[in-house]
């Protein structure tokens, strides 16, 4: 109730210091008004524009340099209240660099320099830094956006030209503001009532963001949006471009302008430091009870590892239930197939099925990486490698090609990591013509076909591009390859595992593997694959410790 209280009483007192500055300046106006015959001067000339276009360029080097803190900033932590801040003193700024070299007085600046001139040019912005700063006022303080700053920018330097353009060369567009030797005219005296009014709203605004996060730079905002106000109040009373109540104008549009500088300045550059100490702060009660922290972290720790280790059990017996049997017979054709991955999780994948009771689909990928988001990634290739519906329209059959193609489309759709990617090598057999047609996606090894006579070739004739997130700078072109086989022919498909485990020190060379398939041409699937595993023993024991996945199959036709 205490704590209730004591805070209705600092919001009470925000609204008190407010109404005390508008009272302090509005009697500080009120005793210029009746003082005016002993205060008012009309300066000369030359006096008044050496002061105005000091006062002037002071409040645009202000304004500029808000300008480029907020970009900058804006470019690292992406809040909208920054994005508006940036294009509102940008054109801001832009526009009294106008005003200021088309004052009365001033030499011809593309078209004569007047009153009026440098008085619309005046309210113009006065009225777009009151609109920008309500609207910032109307944006949650750490709200973030995806906007691009740079489209913003090109608005705001079209908007500079447009101005400039209408006010410079066609004043008769626009109605009079300022009429020499009778004054303001009513319609710059509401304007600048209309941009006091809607400074006023932003004030409320930044005072309840004040008391939403006690932090005192946006006092420092808020009182200088004050100032702005009897700015305001200043430029309503002056009858001549060159008097005293013109000058109090420029004397506090200086201390709003600085006092807004520092709001923004001490909010994007000390908010950091502010949130470092308080986390400094955080640091320091926790090593009061460090060893208390460490054993509970600990325990929590085991507990989530715990967890994760039954997670990835169950995820390893989910992939392996996704390939197909160690040993199949379709069609009169036969495979044998090994999977060793080197975590719980591997990004090797492969699959064999049927297509229609002609055709045979097979493939081996591998995905850049181990672990969850590598079998993420092997099931969704799988998904997509899995539909028999891509035909190709020349020849009339299902075609590798196509499905290489349809699976670097839906990668480049989905939202993996850019540097995520996939090598895959697919085929189809067709058991009645027995032409296996076949095409790569980047695969960094070929598969080995061993004729039944002994012959060695490969399966070379296709090479195509990964599948990877090069969507919007390329298209690649997959084609197919054929060749013909005879009974008895054998092909291993598999991934660099097997052969390039280490670089300078692989599991097996790939002429060991050449000289078993040969060697064993005459023999069962099963002592050929036998001997294979042999020879991966050899190198990595019993339990198979290595550092990459190892993944095959070897094809009978």
Request: aromatic share 14%.
């Amino acid at each position: 109730m205490m704590i209730e209280k004591k805070k209705a009483n600092t919001n009470i007192c925000e609204y008190i210091i407010v109404i005390m500055l508008f009272i302090v300046n509005l009697v500080f106006l009120k005793v210029i008004g009746i003082f005016e015959v002993q205060i008012f001067d009309i300066l000369s000339v030359d006096g008044f524009l050496t002061i105005h276009i000091a006062l002037e360029f002071f409040a645009i080097l202000i304004f500029l340099m808000t300008y480029v803190i907020t970009y900058y900033t804006f470019n690292k932590n992406k809040r909208l209240r920054l994005l508006v801040y940036s294009n509102t003193f940008l054109v801001s700024s832009a526009i009294n660099f106008l005003h200021t070299m088309s004052y009365k007085g001033m030499p011809f600046f593309f078209t004569a320099s007047s009153a009026q001139k440098a008085t619309n040019f005046w309210i113009i912005s006065r009225l777009i830094l009151s609109i920008g700063l309500f609207i910032s006022a109307m944006i949650p303080t750490d709200k973030k956006t995806t906007l691009k700053n740079e489209y913003f920018q090109a608005g705001s330097l079209v908007l500079i030209a447009a101005i400039f353009y209408f006010v410079t060369y066609r004043q008769d567009m626009i109605p009079p503001m300022f009429i020499d030797g009778q004054g303001l005219t009513p319609l710059k005296v509401f304007l600048e009532f209309f941009a006091i009014l809607i400074l006023c709203i932003a004030i409320v605004r930044y005072i309840k963001d004040y008391m939403a996060t006690g932090s005192k730079v946006f006092r420092i905002f808020y009182i200088g949006l004050c100032f702005s106000v009897f700015t305001g109040f200043a430029f309503t009373l002056y009858s001549s471009v060159y008097d005293t109540y013109n000058l109090i104008g420029h004397m506090f549009n200086i201390v709003s302008s600085f006092l807004i500088f520092k709001g923004i300045f001490s909010y994007n550059l000390d908010h950091p430091y502010d949130e470092l100490d308080k986390a400094n702060e955080r640091i320091s009660r926790y090593a009061d009870n460090l060893e208390e922290i460490v054993a509970i972290r600990t325990e929590e720790i085991q507990a989530v590892n715990h967890k994760m280790m039954e997670d990835l059990d169950y995820a390893k017996r989910i992939q392996q239930s996704l390939l197909p049997p160690r040993y199949l017979n379709i069609y009169d054709t036969k495979f044998i197939s090994e999977y060793i991955p080197c975590d719980k999780l591997s990004g090797d994948f492969y699959n064999i099925f049927t297509i229609d009771e002609e055709n045979l689909a097979m493939y081996i990928a591998d995905v850049s990486g181990h672990g969850v988001s590598a079998a993420v990634m092997t099931i969704f290739a799988d998904r997509i490698m899995k539909p028999t519906n891509l035909i190709n329209p020349i020849e009339n059959v299902i075609s590798p090609s196509q499905k290489l193609m349809n699976l670097y489309s839906e990668y480049n759709r989905s939202d993996f990591p850019d540097e995520m990617h996939i090598v895959i090598f697919d085929a189809i057999y067709n058991v009645k013509t027995k032409v296996l047609s076949y095409c790569s996606g980047g695969m960094n090894v070929l598969p080995i076909l061993i004729r039944a006579n002994g012959r060695l070739e490969y399966l070379n004739k296709s090479a195509g591009f990964p599948i990877c997130k090069f969507g919007e700078l390329y298209s690649p072109r997959y084609e197919n390859s054929y060749v013909k086989l005879n009974s008895g022919d054998r092909i291993i498909f598999y991934t660099d595992g097997l052969v390039e485990h280490l670089k300078e020190n692989s599991v097996l060379k790939k002429e060991t593997v050449i000289n078993i398939m040969k060697e064993y041409r005459h023999k069962s699937l099963n002592s050929l694959n036998d001997r294979i595993l042999t020879e991966i023993i050899k190198y990595t024991g019993q339990d198979y410790a290595h550092d990459d996945d190892i993944t095959y199959f070897i094809f009978e036709a």
